[in-house]
């Protein structure tokens, strides 16, 4: 099997069962982790060491990263994250280092002879995750490797997300705001409600960010449901003392009746300076008295995370940041008003089918000029559709078919460069920057 082959068997029961959806039906119906349960389950005995599974809607790969990266100072950590910018194998990491080829289609390999026997089960318009097959993968390439932690990212959702059929004595909710509505639900409160589904009883404690008070109901009433202890920002955790950096953030955790100052990070938005204290309060309860915050600061301040507000040049200066939906647009302008910077050139790729007009709607009064432009992946919609819709709402825009267009228009109106959309056109810039 080649590492094509691979990619392309993890993706072939979805693709196949697809064709048999109707575009508008929700996780409820399309999806069936009990499929991927009893694989699940059988690896997982292999294997019982602690396990961390996070969710929200912005900002869980961010905190996913965090957490591996604080563990394995002095720990073997396996991490699985998902989507990945420019390759794969991105996806599954042991101590910051990606799976290999060789062991990423030997390990695809042994994987699909474990589902075989699900393949077969399956009726029209049923399908074995990609998801799943993911996480079965993970499970046997961190048994190899003989982790002392796992960390897992939970997709969009959760009740219907693979993911949560693994064990894990630990839950992370981070921020959740209205988001992949056609999926999880047309009110907050429902999104809020699958998202909680990670608590399922079994978990030590569960630690939720920052939310909105609808959402922190929800998820208080399915920790008293489960009887799952639950540490809260604002109560037994916080940031204080929030700067900018020449190199990031700065700020000072506040965890319990602990202040740890200046923990610095090589990411750019208040945000981040949240994702950090979360991701060391799990930390600080798994390690306690080996919790050395000195290595705490070296592991955070040495953290990379491409397409997360990431600066990718100075002259101009140019930002890129994964953002798909108006909250996370916000999150950019809170970035770029402690930045001082009032006029941008936006260049935004975000396909049909997700919120291209509230991004633009948020970060139009900050730009001179918006540019529409698509990416190379070829599975994503992009269409006239958006210029029109946009045009009608009162939002002038350029288009350009091809990202390397939109960039050399975008230096010649010689102000800063904010690039915001799909993980795909992250990709894609990530590739046009470096030359990968």
């Given at each position: ?42 690896l997982n005995q292999k294997s019982k060491v602690p396990t961390i599974l996070v969710t929200g809607s912005k900002g869980k790969g961010s905190v996913a990263c965090m957490i591996a990266q604080i563990l394995s100072d002095s720990a ?348 795909s056109l992250i990709a894609d810039v990530e590739k046009l920057y470096h030359q990968i």
């Amino acid at each position: 099997m080649t590492r094509t082959e691979a990619e392309n068997y993890i993706y072939e029961s979805y693709l196949k069962a697809e064709k048999d959806w109707d575009y508008s039906m929700p996780d409820s119906v399309k999806r069936h982790p009990e499929f991927s349960k009893p694989v699940l389950t059988g690896l997982n005995q292999k294997s019982k060491v602690p396990t961390i599974l996070v969710t929200g809607s912005k900002g869980k790969g961010s905190v996913a990263c965090m957490i591996a990266q604080i563990l394995s100072d002095s720990a073997n950590v396996g991490l699985m994250t998902s989507p990945h910018i420019l390759k794969f194998n991105e996806r599954f990491r042991v101590n910051g280092n990606c799976i290999t080829d060789k062991e990423f289609c030997e390990l695809t390999e042994k994987t699909k002879e474990l589902f075989a026997p699900v393949r077969e089960s399956l009726k029209s318009g049923e399908c074995i995750s990609p998801i799943g097959i993911q996480c079965a993968l993970a499970l046997q390439y961190f048994l190899h490797h003989q982790v002392d932690y796992r960390v897992f990212e939970c997709g969009k959702g959760v009740k219907y997300d693979d993911a949560n059929q693994i064990f894990h004595e630990y839950a992370v909710i981070n921020n959740i705001f209205l988001e992949h509505t056609r999926e999880l639900g047309n009110t907050l409160s429902e999104i809020a409600k699958d998202k909680a589904s990670i608590m399922t009883g079994d978990q030590k404690c569960v630690y939720v960010a920052k939310q909105s008070e609808e959402v922190l109901t929800v998820l208080m009433q399915r920790a008293e449901e489960t009887n799952v202890k639950m540490k809260c920002y604002g109560i037994d955790f916080w940031e204080e003392n929030v700067r900018f950096c020449e190199n990031g953030m700065l700020f000072d955790a506040c965890i319990g009746n602990r202040v740890y100052n200046d923990v610095s990070l090589p990411l750019l938005g208040r945000h981040q300076a949240r994702n950090g204290v979360l991701a060391m309060t799990v930390c600080l309860d798994l390690l306690q008295k080996d919790f050395y915050i000195d290595s705490v600061r070296e592991k955070l301040k040495n953290i990379k995370w491409p397409g997360r507000m990431e600066i990718l040049d100075d002259n101009p200066l140019t930002i890129l940041d994964a953002c798909i939906n108006e909250e996370s647009a916000r999150q950019v302008l809170d970035v770029l008003n402690e930045m001082k910077i009032s006029q941008v050139t936006s260049i935004v790729g975000i396909p049909d089918d997700k919120d291209f007009m509230g991004v633009v709607k948020t970060i139009a009064p900050f730009s001179s000029t918006v540019i529409l432009t698509k990416s190379s992946n070829m599975h994503y919609i992009f269409t006239k559709n958006q210029i029109e819709i946009l045009e009608k709402n009162g939002y002038q825009n350029i288009c350009f078919k091809e990202l390397p267009d939109a960039l050399i228009f975008a230096k010649k109106v010689e102000k800063p460069i904010l690039i915001l959309g799909t993980t795909s056109l992250i990709a894609d810039v990530e590739k046009l920057y470096h030359q990968i």
